[in-house]
């Protein structure tokens, strides 16, 4: 019996959709710094309420005063200086939308649901009743969430066209459009040491220029880059299968894949398969239908 042996380690297959969640906390930035454009923009979120503060988050749940806290929750976009704004911007781009190219929409809105609120929780429990009034404001631990997640999925570097045509209808192979992201994204670590640099700086400039605001708490940044992590690498592990079954499994799916993409239909691309890798027809089609609404994976 043949058995198809992985070429290397596997990836996840980008998806070309428009990044939906990306662009809403790109939106979000922007909306939050127009509203606090008309005053000094620390005293908006002081006035407001829109910055969050370790005492009054606890005091708003221990009262059930869930408007207040969602009010709190604008601090996920705030920004106190146009340089952060952009930061900020260009950190979600350059993660978020890679991300949600790999997990999907409906996946990374939960992770940046989880991020928007859970290190909060942490933050309100260290710094609560210790007499602090420092008032939190910007998107550090969303973004923190999205670097977890892209350390465990990063950029795969671009490989070389074949002039083979990928579909029978074509006699050559047309020229792919590339993503405005990959010349960006080369380097995957060079941008996760920027933003690490780059939030320490607004962590260290907020006790000069902004007197009781801060950008980043350390325990809170941790829990965010954690969840990010762990729920990529969970959504990767769910997409490889165990560690026995996956070198034979990505074959199985890569050789189904590459036969849906010549428009054999979905019957006889498994009949294909099973004959072509010498497996039995119910144990692929198992391992395609269990496939069904994972992460796609490929081998390199």
Request: aromatic share 12%; charged share 15%.
């Amino acid at each position: 019996m043949n058995q198809p042996t992985p070429q290397g380690r596997a990836q996840i297959e980008s998806a070309s959709g428009f990044p939906l969640i990306t662009v809403s906390l790109l939106m979000g930035l922007m909306l939050v710094y127009y509203m606090s454009s008309t005053t000094a923009n620390d005293r908006f979120f002081e006035m407001t309420g829109h910055g969050f503060r370790a005492d009054d988050a606890v005091l708003a749940f221990q009262t059930s005063n869930w408007g207040k806290l969602f009010n709190m929750m604008y601090a996920n976009f705030a920004s106190l200086h146009y340089v952060q704004l952009f930061f900020s911007a260009y950190f979600i781009w350059v993660f978020g939308g890679h991300i949600e190219g790999k997990m999907g929409p409906a996946r990374l809105g939960l992770l940046v649901l989880l991020g928007l609120t859970v290190p909060w929780v942490a933050v309100a429990l260290l710094h609560s009743g210790k007499g602090s009034s420092t008032i939190f404001v910007g998107p550090v631990f969303v973004i923190s969430s999205l670097v977890g997640a892209y350390l465990v999925l990063p950029p795969e570097k671009q490989r070389l066209k074949s002039w083979m045509p990928k579909n029978r209808h074509q006699i050559f192979d047309t020229e792919e459009k590339k993503d405005v992201r990959d010349h960006y994204i080369k380097n995957p670590m060079i941008f996760v040491g920027v933003f690490v640099f780059v939030e320490l700086a607004f962590h260290f400039a907020c006790s000069m220029l902004f007197p009781g605001y801060d950008t980043l708490d350390f325990v809170g940044a941790a829990i965010a880059f954690g969840m990010g992590y762990g729920m990529a690498y969970a959504l990767l592990s769910s997409a490889t299968g165990n560690v026995q079954d996956a070198p034979m499994k990505l074959g199985v799916l890569h050789h189904y894949r590459k036969l849906i993409a010549i428009d054999v239909p979905h019957e006889q691309a498994l009949m294909g398969t099973s004959k072509a890798l010498g497996l039995p027809y119910e144990q692929v089609r198992d391992w395609v239908n269990k496939d069904k609404g994972k992460m796609k994976i490929r081998n390199l």
